[in-house]
């Protein structure tokens, strides 16, 4: 999805001192990843209102800040500490949060109010509502190029562009299925996953994956993660050709994907229970370095970029119910009062 306006659509290194600083990078980000471990579990109080609802992690990791999307609550922690910091109260169910630091402002999608919040990011207090007006109002990212706010509204199929400046709707665009995770490549363009065409929009095909719902980039060389959950893998993609250069088994249910730039790792998260750790070894190819088994429902997933640590969220689970005819595959139900966060490293 080429984005023009709101439409749609040398310096050499001495071979010596080159060949040092790849061998320190890889060499330390492989020998990392086979010591990621649980470095602590954090319990969270229960959302108000009730309910055990969880989904995306955004980490400001210059502020030193980890905002949960928890139920009708987005708690906000300190990312050293682990201590509550703030909460931001009055959702409905709140889904992602994207921070627009320049104006000191974050973006909450909220929804079964088919709304998007606005909280001020130094007192985390409620300051305004966008209105889309579209079911589903889910993921949601900043775009730094064409400084505006994007939500990705599975139900609806499509996204709506926002000027946070302003906090107004621009325009829905079509995206044509269900729509998931997005990335900006912070030159213009965005990609987001189709889970129904089993695309990536700027259309792609992301077989041998299919439903794909996480994404991140190697921004530098252009290198998408697409990772979907029937068939269950994980793909490394061309950015401009949309050619898939490897794909990878994964677990079920995949809901999250992350990459950091500075140790070539990328991670998957799935709500079976497993982190699925890989190294870029090239810009074409990926190494399997390390799989973690977490916590069942442990499926969302936030990247602290200065510590390297991986956040996840879930709930503990009672037995899982006998199917039916009408649920044939149904969910474990969530223990009230279980929710709490996991901080994975090394």
Request: aromatic fraction near 8%.
């Amino acid at each position: 999805m080429k984005l023009s306006g709101l439409g749609r659509r040398a310096t050499c290194l001495p071979l010596l001192g080159l060949f040092i600083l790849l061998l320190g990078a890889y060499g330390f980000t492989i020998s990392a990843a086979d010591r990621y471990h649980l470095l602590k579990k954090v319990p969270l109080a229960s959302a108000r209102g009730g309910g055990d609802y969880f989904d995306y992690i955004t980490v400001d990791s210059e502020a030193r800040r980890v905002y949960v999307s928890h139920g009708t609550e987005v708690q906000v922690l300190d990312a050293d500490k682990y201590t509550l910091l703030g909460t931001v109260t009055g959702l409905k169910k709140c889904h992602g949060i994207a921070l627009v630091k320049e104006i000191g402002k974050g973006f909450i999608t909220d929804g079964e109010a088919k709304n998007v919040v606005i909280l001020d990011l130094a007192t985390f207090k409620v300051t305004g509502k966008v209105q889309t007006n579209q079911p589903d109002t889910d993921s949601i990212i900043y775009d730094p190029v064409s400084k505006h706010i994007f939500t990705f509204n599975g139900d609806s199929h499509n996204a709506t562009v926002i000027d946070p400046v302003k906090q107004t709707v621009l325009k829905n665009l079509d995206l044509v299925g269900g729509v998931e995770f997005p990335v900006a490549d912070e030159r213009g363009m965005i990609y987001d996953n189709n889970k129904e065409k089993n695309d990536v929009v700027l259309i792609w095909p992301v077989a041998p994956a299919g439903q794909p719902v996480a994404m991140d980039m190697d921004r530098k060389n252009r290198r998408l993660f697409s990772a979907g959950r029937d068939p269950k893998m994980l793909v490394l993609m061309d950015a401009d050709k949309g050619t898939v250069l490897q794909s990878f088994p994964i677990t079920d249910g995949v809901d999250a994907v992350a990459f950091d730039p500075s140790t070539a790792l990328v991670f998957a998260s799935t709500e079976e229970g497993m982190i699925h750790i890989f190294h870029e070894d090239t810009p074409n190819k990926l190494s399997k370095v390390q799989e973690i088994k977490t916590e069942y429902g442990a499926k969302t997933m936030g990247l602290d970029s200065k510590t390297h640590n991986i956040y996840l969220t879930t709930t503990k689970f009672g037995p899982k119910p006998a199917p039916t005819a009408q649920e044939p595959d149904p969910d474990p139900p969530v223990i009230p009062g279980t929710f709490h966060l996991l901080i994975y490293g090394y």
